[in-house]
């Protein structure tokens, strides 16, 4: 089973971008979809972009626009690249990983099978 590690969270300010990287290991990557979501204290993690192992995209609609996620197969790495971030973004990113499952958009935080520890992102204003 893949596991995975993100990177690239840090402090910015509102309108500022940030990159944030997932790398995985131990499995074979191709196989996976991969989702970024976010969690702040005391709420739901929230679903923000998803990416089939072929490259198709799917976006909440919060960060429609905004945020960009892409996959490197033969690096076996996911990116979310976040423009014009705002203080609502404030959160604690983590990629995730579920095994492909064709013509679907899997956003339920229950129907991934590995998690990253997660990055802290955060906008002031």
């Known amino acids: 089973q893949v596991q995975l590690v993100e990177s690239g969270g840090g402090l910015v300010q509102a309108g500022d971008s940030l990159r944030l990287s997932c790398a995985a290991s131990?499995?074979?990557?191709?196989?996976?979809?991969m989702g970024w979501f976010r969690q702040t204290p005391g709420k739901e993690r929230e679903f923000v972009a998803y990416i089939r192992s072929g490259g198709s995209t799917y976006y909440a609609e919060s960060v429609k626009g905004r945020f960009t996620i892409s996959r490197d197969n033969a690096k076996n790495t996911v990116s979310l690249q976040m423009n014009s971030l705002k203080p609502e973004d404030t959160a604690v990113y983590s990629c995730?990983?579920?095994?492909?499952?064709?013509?679907?958009?899997?956003?339920?935080?229950?129907?991934?099978?590995?998690w990253g520890q997660g990055t802290q992102v955060t906008v002031s204003s």
């Open positions: 131990g499995g074979t990557f191709s196989n996976y979809a």
């Open positions: 995730a990983a579920v095994y492909t499952r064709p013509g679907l958009v899997i956003t339920k935080t229950s129907e991934y099978d590995t």
